[in-house]
């Protein structure tokens, strides 16, 4: 996967939630952890406005970025994002170093294909009910995708795809099939409409 992003970062010297604020209100940056490869964990900061532009992109949450610390640069991927309750603008944000020689755990989106086509909808006047936006992966960095797809253009009035029904890329695996079958969790559906259902209703004879 190719590095698309890049984010500037500085080490954090001055620590705590005062620290943490005067940092967000004075300065507008975002005070955040970077952790990983057997590595002390560092205070670092980011500008406010570059990162939420970059949170913009669905990409972002799951792409190798670069980091550029204190002007060196290192691989990264975004770990964890807090934003405020009531302007949902970020107000921490952790990274993950990357080692290339170990497997990540990362939440990739799911995209569903050929919903238009998707016959429990055009035959059988369903609709799609999406039960997963996004699916946990194990794999090396090489490997990360930016997405994983699952197609529903063959998907029946009452049927739904699992886990297993999504094709993986090579060197990728899903973290819950991984603990056994009886975690291969449904991600779609389609479902009977409550107007179908009331149609139906009114369609069966009454009983004597």
């Known amino acids: 996967m190719s590095n698309e992003f890049t984010i500037e970062a500085t080490t954090r010297n001055d620590l705590g939630k005062g620290a943490s604020r005067r940092l967000r209100r004075l300065e507008n940056r975002v005070p955040g952890i970077l952790y990983g490869a057997d590595k002390a964990p560092t ?3 980011v500008l406010g406005k570059d990162l939420s532009k970059s949170l913009e ?39 993950q170093r990357i080692d290339a020689t170990h ?30 936006n996004e699916v946990e992966v194990v794999c090396l960095p090489k490997d990360l995708p930016e997405y994983l797809e699952a197609d529903v253009a063959d998907l029946e009035l009452g049927k739904s ?25 449904p991600i779609v559906s389609v479902i009977t409409t409550r107007a179908g259902a009331s149609d139906e209703s009114s369609a069966a004879p009454a009983a004597e």
Request: aromatic fraction near 4%.
């Open 43 to 45: 205070p670092i900061s």
């Open 57 to 95: 992109s669905e990409a972002f949450y799951s792409h190798i970025l670069t980091m550029t610390l204190d002007g060196s640069p290192i691989q990264v991927v975004l770990k964890d994002l807090q934003r405020h309750p009531a302007k949902n603008n970020p107000i921490h944000v952790d990274f």
């Open 103 to 132: 497997k990540l755990h990362m939440h990739v989106p799911l995209h569903f294909l050929n919903e238009d086509k998707c016959v429990g909808v055009k035959t059988g006047g369903g609709i799609i009910s999406h039960l997963m």
């Open 161 to 185: 795809l699992h886990l297993s029904d999504i094709k993986l890329p090579s060197g990728v695996e899903i973290r819950a099939l991984q603990m056994g079958a009886d975690h291969d969790q």
